[in-house]
């Protein structure tokens, strides 16, 4: 056993950290689109390097930035009221299993509808303004957060509830002190999830009625053919939907650093 431990340590004493990984991985594929694009002679309306996409975003980055603001409010606000509903009705629903029996299926039925179908009856319902985008950015990231919540709270093993209920635990306290710690790791696997689909919600919504936001504003570059802009625009959203989603895993780092998803092994301290 202590003889193996010296070759563990000689061969992984030294690793790329992962994000390092997907930087270098990352930048070989610009750097291949790159190539491809200029040794091909691909035509620029058809698909522009990367560093033509760059030079837009910084040639246009006024009006980016503006639109910017108005789709992040959408998606933070969508976002935020998608936690505020679900993870309670989710605390709810696994409380009382009767409640879950009728609601489930309702759930269900409820997300199979496409969002983009919907989206009209949404701005008919609500107006123009900002609220319908913020409608439809909550309706995408309801469900992961809700589901990924339910089973995070009926997780908690029936032995440790029963035990809390001999030594005269009222429900609350069974709640408070084991359901929802233990329920936290599937909370933010949900939260994950939707922090990339309010993203989606948002565009949407702007793709059905807006006078700004970079849903519209992508409509507009397409329209126009300005495929540059497109792509630009494209690669904002997905900045934002990063953005959002390492906000959530950071959170996820502050609040729960005991998860086994966040334990990494020391450079040369694994033990045999």
Not at 89 to 97: D, G, S, T, V, W
Not at 117 to 122: D, Q, T
Not at 163 to 185: C, D, E, T, V, Y
Not at 257 to 266: E, I, L, N, Y
Request: net charge positive; with cysteine.
């Amino acid at each position: 056993m202590t003889s193996e431990a010296p070759n563990k340590s000689n061969s992984r004493w030294w690793r790329w950290p992962s994000s390092l990984d997907s930087t270098l991985l990352a930048l070989g594929l610009l750097l291949l689109w790159e190539a491809v694009v200029r040794i091909g002679e691909v035509p620029s309306y058809l698909l522009p390097p990367p560093s033509a996409i760059f030079v837009r975003i910084v040639a246009d980055h006024s009006l980016l930035l503006m639109h910017t603001l108005v789709t992040a409010n959408e998606v933070v606000v969508g976002f935020a009221l998608a936690i505020v509903v679900s993870i309670p009705l989710a605390a709810i629903l696994a409380q009382f299993r009767t409640l879950e029996r009728a609601l489930y299926p309702i759930l269900v039925a409820s997300q199979t509808i496409p969002k983009v179908a919907i989206a009209p009856l949404i701005v008919v319902w609500f107006g123009f303004g900002l609220f319908p985008k913020i409608v439809i950015a909550f309706l995408i990231c309801f469900f992961p957060i809700v589901i990924d919540s339910l089973i995070g709270f009926r997780s908690t093993p029936k032995e440790v509830i029963w035990l809390a209920r001999s030594m005269g635990a009222p429900r609350r306290k069974i709640f408070l002190n084991f359901q929802l710690p233990g329920a936290l790791p599937n909370i933010f696997a949900g939260l994950k999830v939707a922090s990339t689909l309010a993203v989606v919600g948002a565009v949407v919504g702007e793709f059905v009625a807006a006078d700004s936001g970079l849903g519209y504003q992508l409509i507009v570059a397409n329209g126009t053919l300005d495929v540059g802009l497109s792509f630009a625009i494209l690669v904002v959203l997905s900045l934002v939907g990063i953005a959002l989603f390492a906000v959530v895993d950071l959170a996820e780092r502050l609040l729960l650093p005991w998860h086994v998803s966040h334990r990494t092994s020391g450079h040369g301290k694994e033990k045999s």
